[in-house]
């Protein structure tokens, strides 16, 4: 499939450095490198945000490098920690976003902040010999939500494969860098087989890989435009399916809503946790998707000592 791309350079005119929506990233400065994500994911709730750019067109932020400078000379104390690609993928297969997305990295581990990601791209190898240097500031997450190559051609359809992906956290353990694999989300009735588990968990233990995070789809109106006009319907429709009677709730940041059947997302992460656990990695829920089940911080970069402390220091 040709991957629809109109890169246009935007100048950013407000701060780069944003609070973070989440809860369990709060404290640390986020940084989106790009405005739209090439990897056009089905299921992505970033490409229903009120700013987001029409399908294909990604706006890449021009003279991130010297206005990042700019900022943290302006800052009575630096950032512990900066966390990347909350609404895009810093890792996006097109030269100039990853010649981007080293630049600015290489300036904030070369000021001593740690760097905090989450990619489903593939992370060449420039990066990795940068991490090496600097893999005590380095938090890595990889999205992985299935092997199977069919899933990912209908869901991932422009990110790199999964196979690529768990080299790629083979890469990242090897050189040293503390890395988790975020399994978000788990697609009811396409994803959550026992044997789609059970083959995913194998090549999580292959790469060395020792915590996971998981999440069930959670279901917005934006997406579910999204997957019929980007799925066969019928698939669309069946899973859609599962969500039908559920209320629209606030989640995060979203108004409206859907958190699949409680007894369902239970099963999915038990069965998950369970296997997990019998190859000796360590299995949480994203307590964020979550809001109905006790409570767990899924965020793997950080502890809640660190993160007093950098609530404390922060300037936001
Ligand atoms: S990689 Fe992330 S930001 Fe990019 S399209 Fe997929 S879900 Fe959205």
Not at 150 to 155: E, G, H
Not at 191 to 211: C, D, Q
């Amino acid at each position: 499939m040709i991957r629809p791309l109109k890169l246009i350079k935007e100048t950013r005119k407000t701060a780069i450095l944003k609070p973070p929506a989440f809860d369990c990233l709060k404290g640390a400065p986020a940084i989106n490198i790009t405005k739209g994500c090439a990897n056009l994911c089905v299921y992505c709730y970033a490409r229903g945000f009120r700013y987001a750019p029409p399908k294909g067109e990604v706006h890449l932020y021009e003279g991130l490098s010297e206005k990042l400078e700019q900022e943290l000379t302006k800052r009575r104390r630096l950032p512990l920690w900066v966390s990347f690609s909350t609404a895009s993928d810093a890792f996006q297969a097109v030269d100039e976003i990853l010649e981007a997305t080293y630049r600015v990295m290489k300036i904030l581990l070369e000021r001593g902040i740690g760097v905090s990601f989450l990619t489903k791209g593939f992370i060449p190898s420039e990066f990795i010999e940068l991490f090496r240097r600097h893999h005590k500031r380095i938090k890595a997450r990889i999205g992985i939500v299935s092997l199977c190559d069919d899933y990912a051609k209908l869901f991932e359809p422009f990110s790199s494969s999964p196979l690529t992906r768990l080299s790629c956290a083979k890469n990242l353990i090897d050189a040293g860098v503390d890395t988790s694999v975020r399994i978000d989300p788990v697609v009811p009735k396409v994803t959550g087989s026992e044997e789609s588990i059970g083959e995913l968990i194998k090549g999580l233990k292959w790469a060395g890989v020792k915590k996971i995070s998981v999440s069930s789809l959670v279901m917005r109106p934006a997406l579910l435009n999204q997957f019929f006009a980007e799925l066969p319907p019928s698939l669309a429709k069946d899973i859609l399916r599962y969500y039908s009677g559920q209320p629209w709730q606030v989640v995060i940041t979203s108004a409206k809503t859907k958190l699949l059947p409680m007894a369902m997302r239970i099963s999915c992460y038990r069965a998950f946790a369970d296997l997990a656990n019998s190859c000796g990695i360590e299995s949480s829920i994203c307590g964020c998707k979550n809001p109905d089940l006790p409570w767990q911080c899924c965020n793997p970069w950080i502890d809640a000592k660190d993160l007093l402390s950098r609530s404390q220091m922060s300037l936001f």
